[in-house]
């Protein structure tokens, strides 16, 4: 996952069945992320009744924001790695 | 004629009698001039028995004649709820009611559990039961004298009667006893108007003494900078004392002599050395124990009352501020049962004079790097430091946010910087295990909840400076079960027995490993807790503690389970949850501070240094030709060198949100305004930015709430919860490590992140009475 022009990923999971898939892409994922861009801010942050999303924010504060409501783990990784190849 | 007189004598004996029944409500913690303001929105209780005749008749003895029927008695509602959780009940006959109350109380329960408030000195609720004051008797059928109620377990089938003439004759002698040997100096005491005594003298005191003997002197016992003594005031209730030995767990206080010759004190003189010895004043029920900064300095009802939260610590204690005249008077605790129960720290209770030192209240500007800061127009600094802004390439803009910034202030911070490129965004928070995992920052178990665990492990924490309350918390868990606490890290009291196991990081790589034997305990623990204060960070080996802790943490399994996160990292700032919840970067290390490079990035000098109320800078390390920003409320360090001083708010004079340790969000309140031409502080960094033509996408209050809600949703719904996270989601973020190969130092010992618990930040530096403390207290 080339992540190279994003500064900053949030991913905000609620706690329901909607971000479960979000939820298990975390679990499964994080470590080779993390890995793979140890520098990089990955913040994921639970709140109930919050909308699941992704976000990415790039150079000069510009942000991108992904609706994770009911994706499965697979759509998620598919959706960072738009992300990662999009330029802001 | 006679009807008309009798009407308005009743009219104007209700709002006194209605305040009775209110009023012992209010010595259950909160002081009675909270009953006091609640008693005049409250109805006048509508069926009055016949009315009372105007001038007060005496009986044969001289005393005065009251009302058969207490206030006491009206409008209770018999037939109230009573709470699933106390399913086993047992009936009582209270006052000819037959009532279900829950098993196991004393008789002052049941009658608090039917709404009847029967009138008290000794008994409170959060201490153990003396019994001495003998103020709440009340008669049982059968009994041969009257009993107090707070020592008597209510048995099923039992007739108690709390308003009888026999229990009005007792009280009455009661109260004689204890008005004989009190001075009569109310005009002159700090306690008038909240005073328990004053206020039940009213309804069970004679108006005129039967004693001429002379009164009872005591001399006054020197406590502190922080209690102020008249000790022949005092009534023995020893509340005082409890709350020392159980509570704070000082042992000092007691009582010396009996009957006429009995005195509270310390027998060999010597100060109340607590964190928490301020809570006495508000136990105290008379004037004997009053605050010494308050003293004579207002009355209760001149005072406006605002609620609100304290950011001196992460604790986030529930406060009540008290002004008068656009001041602060003084800072009492609110009842809050998942924070700070009814106690608060002295340093939230008694740095407010801080707030009123040293204030900046008008922008500055340093003309010419030699010469001192000179007051300017908020235009003329802020266009200066927009200029700064749209000058220096994103890569040398760094942002510092101190340990009082608020969650709104930070984000504008934040959004401001990116908007210009800079990532160099820092909190006061020394680097920890990862920030990307809230588990890895909070106290995951929740402050009520550690009073769950039964095996704890602190590390590099002198709780007792930390987090005063928590403490408390930990040893009521110590005491009342016996949990075990052992500790690597600095060897202080902490007022309950725990096992050190050294101060060395070899201990916690042994415990990481498993091969410490204290491993075997927290194995078998259902719920352990392991508490790691944030000074274990602040080392050269940061990095490879932080990487023993997760490891620690992700070896014992009962740590993190479905409703139990068993780690938690004690937070000594209010602002650290915010910001690490924001993405503000922790300092790598605190040598780092002044460089604002983190952690692998190349390290540019800074071009424009932005200070959030941060004034843990280090000057060596910030290039020379660096303007320098300092937003904020007091003129400590940072201001002293600046190049733009941009004045902000404190705590009290704006609506902040701010999330403690076990992040909880919960917003401050206005009680003040701000000095001179001080503004709110996230307002100052929208101005800003649209000087500097990248207007920030939010302008009101409505719009920052609505940012927050998109960037950090756990802030944002004031909903005062927290939220938790999930098991799994902790486990497998705190697997990771970046690296298994560090360099430890084994020679530095761990140590707190304090090491003087009553200054910490630029309101309690500036504070006067928090200086005596630390001349007295401070080692
Ligand atoms: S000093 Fe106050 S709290 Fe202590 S025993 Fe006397 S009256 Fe009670
Ligand atoms: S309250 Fe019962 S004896 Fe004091």
Redesign the pocket.
């Known amino acids: 996952m080339a992540l190279r022009a994003v500064r900053e990923v949030r991913v905000l999971l609620c706690k329901g069945e909607a971000s479960a898939g979000a939820k298990q892409f975390i679990v499964d994922k994080y470590a080779e992320i993390k890995k793979a861009h140890p520098l990089l801010p990955f913040l994921v942050r639970e709140a109930s009744g919050a909308a699941p999303t992704l976000t990415a924010r790039f150079a000069h504060g510009v942000e991108k924001v992904v609706p994770l409501s009911g994706l499965s783990s697979a759509d998620v990784a598919k959706k960072l790695s738009e992300l990662g190849s999009a330029s802001p | 004629m006679l009807a008309a007189l009798q009407a308005r004598a009743a009219a104007t004996a209700r709002p006194g009698r209605v305040s009775l029944q209110l009023l012992h409500k209010g010595a259950r913690g909160v002081r009675s001039s909270d009953a006091r303001a609640s008693s005049a929105v409250q109805p006048a209780q509508p069926s009055q028995p016949a009315a009372v005749s105007a001038v007060v008749q005496l009986d044969e003895a001289g005393f005065a004649v009251l009302p058969k029927e207490l206030p006491s008695m009206r409008g209770v509602d018999f037939k109230q709820e009573l709470d699933p959780r106390y399913a086993e009940t047992i009936e009582v006959i209270i006052d000819g009611h037959p009532v279900q109350v829950q098993k196991g109380s004393s008789l002052i329960q049941a009658c608090e559990q039917v709404g009847i408030q029967v009138p008290r000195f000794c008994y409170h609720e959060r201490l153990s039961v003396a019994g001495n004051c003998r103020m709440c008797l009340v008669e049982i059928e059968k009994a041969p004298k009257p009993v107090a109620a707070c020592a008597m377990p209510a048995a099923p089938g039992m007739k108690v009667f709390t308003n009888s003439p026999i229990v009005k004759k007792a009280r009455e002698g009661v109260m004689e006893f204890l008005l004989a040997n009190h001075p009569l100096d109310c005009p002159i005491c700090d306690q008038g108007g909240e005073c328990d005594l004053q206020d039940q003298s009213l309804f069970f005191g004679s108006d005129r003494g039967r004693t001429t003997e002379s009164r009872r002197g005591v001399e006054d016992k020197n406590l502190g900078p922080l209690v102020k003594t008249v000790m022949t005031r ?8 409890r709350f020392a030995t159980e509570v704070a767990g000082v042992d000092e206080l007691g009582t010396v002599g009996r009957g006429n010759a009995m005195e ?1 004190g310390t027998y060999v003189e010597r100060m109340l050395d607590s964190e928490i010895s301020g809570n ?1 004043v508000d ?4 004037g ?2 009053t605050s010494k900064p308050y003293a004579f300095t207002a009355r209760p009802w001149e005072l406006r009352s605002v609620e609100s939260i304290d950011v001196l610590d992460g604790y986030g204690s529930n406060i009540r501020v008290d002004t008068r005249g656009g001041e602060v008077m003084r800072i009492l605790p609110r009842l809050n049962e998942d924070i700070n129960e009814e106690w608060i720290s002295d340093k939230t209770r008694f740095a407010y004079d801080g707030l009123k030192r040293q204030r900046l209240d008008t922008p500055l500007i340093r003309p010419d790097p030699e010469m001192p800061l000179q007051p300017a127009t908020w235009k003329d600094a802020l266009t200066l430091v927009a200029q700064k802004f749209k000058a220096t390439p994103g890569a040398r803009i760094g942002a510092f946010a101190g340990p009082l910034a608020d969650v709104e202030s930070m984000l504008a911070l934040k959004d401001l910087c990116n908007a210009f490129d800079s990532e160099a965004i820092h909190c006061d928070v020394p680097a920890g295990p990862l920030a990307d995992c809230r588990a890895a920052y909070t106290l995951g178990s929740t402050i009520a909840g550690v009073e769950e665990a039964d095996a704890v492990l602190l590390l590099s924490t002198d709780l007792k400076r930390e987090a005063p309350l928590l403490n408390a918390r930990l040893r009521r868990r110590v005491y009342h079960d016996g949990v075990r606490v052992a500790s690597v890290g600095p060897r202080v009291p902490l007022t309950y027995e725990y096992e050190h196991l050294g101060d060395s990081v070899s201990q916690l790589l042994e415990l990481a490993n498993g091969t410490h034997p204290f491993c075997k305990v927290l194995a078998g623990a259902q719920r352990p807790l392991v508490l790691v204060g944030t000074g274990a960070y602040e080392r050269t080996d940061a990095r490879g503690v932080a990487w023993a802790v997760q490891k620690l943490v992700t070896s014992v399994p009962a740590l993190i389970q479905d409703g139990w996160l068993g780690f938690g990292t004690v937070q000594p700032t209010a602002a650290a949850v915010g910001a690490l919840d924001l993405g503000l970067t922790p300092l790598a290390s605190s040598a780092a501070a002044g460089v604002g490079a983190s952690d692998g990035a190349i390290a540019e000098p800074l071009g424009l240094v932005y200070l959030l109320g941060y004034d843990s800078i280090d000057l060596d390390r910030l290039s020379p030709d660096a303007f320098v920003v300092y937003q904020g409320h007091h003129g400590d360090v940072g201001a002293e060198t600046a190049d733009v001083v941009l004045p902000g708010s404190a705590y009290t004079e704006k609506v902040g949100t701010y999330a403690n340790m076990e992040g909880r969000a919960q917003r401050t309140a206005r009680a003040v305004s701000p000095p001179g031409e001080a503004r709110d502080d996230w307002k100052i960094l929208r101005a800003i930015s649209e000087l500097a033509g990248k207007p920030l996408p939010y302008a009101g209050v409505d719009g920052i709430r609505e940012r927050l809600a998109a960037v950090a949703p756990q802030l944002a719904d004031g909903t005062e919860s927290i939220h938790a996270v999930s098991p799994d989601i902790a486990k497998a973020m705190l697997a990771v490590r970046a690296s298994d190969k560090f360099d430890f130092d084994t020679k530095t010992p761990f140590a707190s992140c304090i090491d003087n618990f009553y200054m910490t930040d630029a309101i309690s530096r500036a504070s006067t009475t928090m200086a005596s403390c630390t001349k007295a207290f401070a080692k």
């Open positions: 005092c009534i023995h209730c020893t509340r005082c004392v509270i006495i136990l105290c029920p008379v004997a124990l």
